[in-house]
C-alpha cells in the first residue's frame, strides 16, 4: 500500500510544472545531464542497501534525478500530517465556502497570482507571472472545469515545497499560515463569486483522497468517550439487587406492596422527568364525588370585577397610598365625648343639691 502511494508521489514529482514549483533540491540526491536521453521517464533501481532509487528524466529542462525512497518516505509523512492538512482546510474553506465539489479556473487563476506575486515573490513582471499560473492550471485541471480537493492539494503541496527550507512540518505550517492571513487581509475573496456553480456537472460530489478520510471523521462526543468506571454503580448494578432504605417506602405516592425494583425505577424516573412525575402523583391522588380538578370541592373561581375590587381596596388602604377612600364617614367623636362629660356633670351636681 505504501509503495504504491510512493510511486504516486514520484508521478508527481515528473510533472512539468512551472519554475514555481520544479525546486526539489531538499529531496533530490544527485541530477546530472541525460546523455544520452533516457528512453523511459521514470526508472527505478535497488541501491547497496535495502532503499530504493527513483530515476526521473526532466524532458524540459534535459537532466536526470535521482530520489531515494526513504526521502520520498519522509517527504510523504510530511504531506500527510495531520497539522499541516488542517491548517489547509482553513485555506480551502476560505476559497470554497460554500462546500462545493471544487474550484473553478477563474478562482485557481487568482489565488495563485496574489500568491506568487504579492506573497512569495516569485516573479515581478506580470506576464511571466501569468505563464506560470497557467502552465500549472493546465498540468492540474487537465481536461476538467472542475478542481477537486485532493488534486488541489497536490499541486499546493508542490508550491510549499519549493518555498519552504528545511524539511521541517512547522516551516511548511508557517509559510501556509502566512498564505491564509494575507488572503483575509486583503479581502481577495470580496473580489470573486465564490458561489458559481457553472464548472462542475449537476449531482458531482467532492472525492477525497483515502488518507484523508481519517481527518473528516467527527470527534467523538464526551458521552461516547466516558468510560465504564465513571458510571454510578446505582445505575451498573440489576434493579432488583438493590438494598432499598425503609426511608424510600414510606411515601404516599408507592404502594408498600410493590417490589423494590418497581420503587427504584419510578424513582429514577422522578429525578430524570420531575414534571411527569408531578402529575403523575396528582393524577393518582382518589377524588370524592362532587370534587373538581383542583381536589376542592368548594372551590369556585372568583369573579373577576370582584378581582378587581379587591386591588382597588387594597391600593386605598395601603400606607404610601394617595387615594382617598369613598367609604369614609365625617367623624363626631370629640363631641359625644363632650357632651357625655356635660351629663355626667349634671346628674352629680343634682344629686350633692338633693342631699343638702
Not at 470573486?192 to 477525497?208: C, I, T, W
Request: glycine share 4%.
Amino acid at each position: 500500500m505504501m509503495e504504491n502511494a510512493l510511486v504516486a508521489e514520484v508521478h508527481i514529482i515528473t510533472r512539468e510544472y512551472s519554475t514555481s514549483r520544479s525546486n526539489k533540491n531538499k529531496w533530490r540526491v544527485f541530477r546530472k545531464t541525460a546523455t544520452p536521453p533516457p528512453t523511459s521517464i521514470i526508472d527505478y533501481q535497488p541501491t547497496s542497501g535495502e532503499d530504493m532509487l527513483a530515476i526521473i528524466y526532466q524532458k524540459k529542462l534535459d537532466v536526470v534525478d535521482g530520489y531515494l525512497f526513504s526521502h520520498l518516505y519522509k517527504r510523504l509523512m510530511l504531506k500527510r500530517n495531520e497539522v499541516l492538512f488542517k491548517t489547509f482546510l482553513s485555506l480551502w474553506n476560505l476559497i470554497n465556502p460554500i462546500k462545493m465539489p471544487g474550484i473553478s479556473k477563474k478562482v485557481y487563476f487568482s489565488l495563485y497570482e496574489i500568491i506568487y506575486v504579492e506573497i512569495l515573490n516569485a516573479s515581478t513582471e506580470e506576464q511571466s507571472v501569468k505563464s506560470m499560473v497557467l502552465t500549472d492550471m493546465k498540468i492540474d485541471f487537465g481536461d476538467s472545469e472542475c478542481l477537486g480537493l485532493s488534486d488541489f492539494y497536490d499541486g499546493f503541496f508542490e508550491c510549499l515545497d519549493t518555498f519552504t527550507r528545511s524539511t521541517l512540518v512547522i516551516e511548511y505550517v508557517r509559510v501556509l499560515k502566512q498564505i491564509h492571513g494575507h488572503l483575509l487581509k486583503s479581502q481577495w475573496f470580496n473580489q470573486l463569486n465564490l458561489s458559481g456553480r457553472l464548472h462542475y456537472k449537476e449531482g458531482a460530489k467532492p472525492q477525497y483522497s483515502p488518507w484523508m478520510i481519517q481527518y473528516f471523521k467527527p470527534e467523538e462526543s464526551l458521552f461516547h468517550k466516558s468510560s465504564a468506571r465513571s458510571i454510578p454503580s446505582l445505575f451498573k448494578a440489576p434493579i432488583g439487587s438493590v438494598r432499598i432504605s425503609e426511608r424510600l417506602l414510606k411515601g404516599s405516592v408507592f404502594s408498600r406492596e410493590k417490589s423494590s425494583g418497581d420503587i427504584l425505577s419510578k424513582k429514577i424516573e422522578m429525578l430524570i422527568n420531575p414534571k411527569e412525575s408531578r402529575n403523575l402523583r396528582s393524577s393518582n391522588k382518589p377524588r370524592t364525588a362532587g370534587q373538581n380538578s383542583f381536589g376542592n370541592s368548594s372551590f369556585k373561581p372568583k369573579n373577576r370585577r370582584l378581582r378587581s375590587i379587591e386591588i382597588d381596596h387594597l391600593d386605598v388602604v395601603s400606607p404610601l397610598s394617595i387615594a382617598i377612600k369613598k367609604s369614609r364617614k365625617n367623624s363626631s367623636l370629640l363631641e359625644e365625648i363632650i357632651e357625655g362629660r356635660r351629663n355626667y356633670f349634671r346628674r352629680v351636681s343634682s344629686q350633692s343639691q338633693l342631699s343638702d
